[in-house]
């Protein structure tokens, strides 16, 4: 069985930027969670994807967008980023919504804005 | 607003002493809640997960929790701890339907003296 792999591992961006990181969710999941850890902070959900569509979101501004492909992985987009979005983003994979809730999570990618 | 809270910020514990690390959550209804731990440039692991029934459950590498809900608290034990269980626990929770994504409490840092 495949984890929740995470591409890249670390980036290190300029304010005002665009980034995009990606996610390949675990085998026989099709649902894929994303979620932003700032040092010393326990992780704060940022969106799902579910059936290629957004499927729920946190408390994050629009320029926080998603894609999710036909084999389940996925794509985080952020837009004209600031300094606060460096933090370690964490893709989570887990079964159709309403089955178990359980998520699995890759190993994350460190984002440094400078 | 729901709400998940790790009163401990920090707590050392000799190697071969008990741990408990606590949780409470702020729901209106039941949530189901988890445990994750996460090591340092680590991704998340599930240690355990209460969905129903049984309030005392059992999870991976001898960890086990107890769901109270008089007190609102799934609090982590372990019996006797070893020196690898050093690194972050995070307790979470989700209400049913599930694309509200988890709430991470703030999280603990365990350390274990030799």
């Known amino acids: 069985e495949t984890g929740v792999t995470q591409s890249p591992t670390h980036l290190i961006k300029t304010r005002g930027q665009q980034v995009t990181l990606r996610c390949s969710s675990q085998?026989?999941?099709?649902?894929v969670s994303w979620y932003q850890q700032a040092l010393g902070q326990g992780p704060q959900f940022i969106f799902q994807?579910?059936?290629?569509?957004?499927?729920g979101r946190g408390n994050f501004p629009p320029r926080f967008s998603g894609l999710q492909f036909p084999n389940y992985s996925s794509e985080l987009n952020v837009n004209a980023l600031e300094l606060d979005d460096s933090a370690l983003y964490l893709c989570?994979?887990?079964?159709?919504?309403?089955?178990?809730?359980?998520?699995?999570f890759g190993p994350g990618t460190r984002l440094t804005v400078t | 607003a729901q709400s998940v809270t790790q009163p401990d910020i920090h707590i050392t514990v000799s190697e071969g002493a008990s741990l408990e690390l606590r949780c409470n959550y702020s729901?209106?209804?039941?949530?189901?809640l988890f445990w994750y731990v996460q090591s340092p440039g680590q991704g998340l692991q599930l240690l355990l997960k209460?969905?129903?029934?049984?309030?005392l459950v059992q999870g991976i590498k001898g960890f086990e929790a107890e769901f109270k809900r008089s007190q609102s608290s799934f609090n982590l034990r372990k019996p006797s701890v070893h020196w690898s269980d050093a690194a972050e626990y995070f307790c979470?929770?989700?209400?049913?339907?599930?694309?509200?994504?988890?709430?991470f409490g703030k999280g603990t840092h365990l350390i274990i003296q030799p």
């Open positions: 085998s026989g999941h099709n649902t």
């Open positions: 729901y209106g209804a039941t949530p189901y």
């Open positions: 989570a994979s887990s079964r159709q919504p309403g089955t178990d809730y359980e998520q699995y």
């Open positions: 994807y579910y059936r290629e569509e957004e499927n």
């Open positions: 979470a929770a989700v209400s049913g339907g599930g694309a509200d994504g988890l709430t």
């Open positions: 209460y969905f129903s029934g049984d309030t």
